[in-house]
Each structure stands twice: as C-alpha cells, then as structure tokens.
C-alpha cells in the first residue's frame, strides 16, 4: 500500500518538476551586439589595457593599413585610422576569461592635404576623450600593424 502510495504521488510530481527544470533562467548573458563594422576599414594592430580593463581595435582604410606598416612613417592624404575602444566584462561561458562589452569610445585621425604638407585631423565619432587630442593623434600614428605569417603552399 505504502509502495502504491510513492508510486503515485512520483508520478504525480514528475510532469510538474519536468516542466520546472525546462524553464530555467540561469542562462549567461552573452557577447553583446556592439560589433564595430565600417565599410573599407581593415584591423591594423588591436590593444588590450588590463589596468583600464578596456580592449583597443585600431582600423584603416588602404591607406593607413600602408603607412602602419612602413618603417619610414611617411603619411599621404586620404589615410583614415579609427580607434575603437570597448570595455571588457568576465565571459559568462569561460572562466577567467574577458569579452567586449559595449564600446566606449571611437577616435578618428584623417590625414588631409594641406598645400605641400599633410595636416592630420582628429576627432572623436562616439563617446569621449579627455586627454588632449595632439597626445592622441601621436599615439595613433605611433601604432604600427600587426605582422601576419605568409602561407605559402607547394
């Protein structure tokens, strides 16, 4: 009787607690949206600050990707650099490890044709900067691209 009586009252329980553990809401909350795209821009060199916890991507266009990559440090008009800089947070899929969250700021410097010369401009596209803008326009351009290994196949 005392068998029956388990029996019963398991069964009874069993459809309520599967239903209960499908509706879990314990799910992490993952990478968010702010994916940073703009049309013609290449990665040149990526930075990561630990101390600011924040995490640096410099782009370019074709012309910028050049000039990071020359030794001479010779600009042309038309070059174009953003850097986009985003906060990082703990991943919720992997322990002690760090993802972008939302951006906290994009620099651009654009090389324009003053006379003879090349004037660079600065200006900040979203969010802000309080260090002064010859500093960051120093900066920028002190960065130099990332090297990638050629793959050559036989």
């Known amino acids: 009787m005392r068998y029956l009586l388990k029996m019963r009252t398991i069964l009874f329980l069993f459809p309520f607690l599967l ?3 499908c509706n879990s809401s314990d799910r992490p909350v993952l990478a ?9 821009m290449a990665i040149i060199t990526t930075l990561f600050n630990t ?21 001479v440090g010779v600009h042309q008009p038309g070059e174009e650099y953003r850097l986009v800089t985003w906060r990082q ?12 969250d939302s951006i906290q700021v994009v620099e ?3 090389a324009v044709a003053l006379g003879s ?6 200006d900040v596209v979203m969010g802000n900067m309080t260090e002064a803008f010859e500093k960051r ?7 130099r691209g990332l090297e990638f290994p050629s793959v050559e196949q036989n």
Do not use: C
């Not at 968010?32 to 013609?40: D, K, S």
């Not at 326009?137 to 960065?143: G, K, N, R, S, Y």
């Open 51 to 71: 101390e600011a916890q924040t995490t640096s991507v410099l782009y370019g266009n074709a012309l910028a990707v050049a000039a990071a990559h020359d030794a």
């Open 117 to 122: 010369a090349v004037d660079m401009r600065y």
């Open 89 to 100: 947070k703990g991943n919720p899929l992997w322990f002690g490890g760090n993802i972008n």
């Open 32 to 40: 968010p949206e702010a994916i940073y795209a703009e049309p013609g």
């Open 19 to 21: 239903l209960q553990a």
């Open 137 to 143: 326009v120093q900066f920028i351009l002190t960065l």
């Open 108 to 110: 651009r410097v654009r």
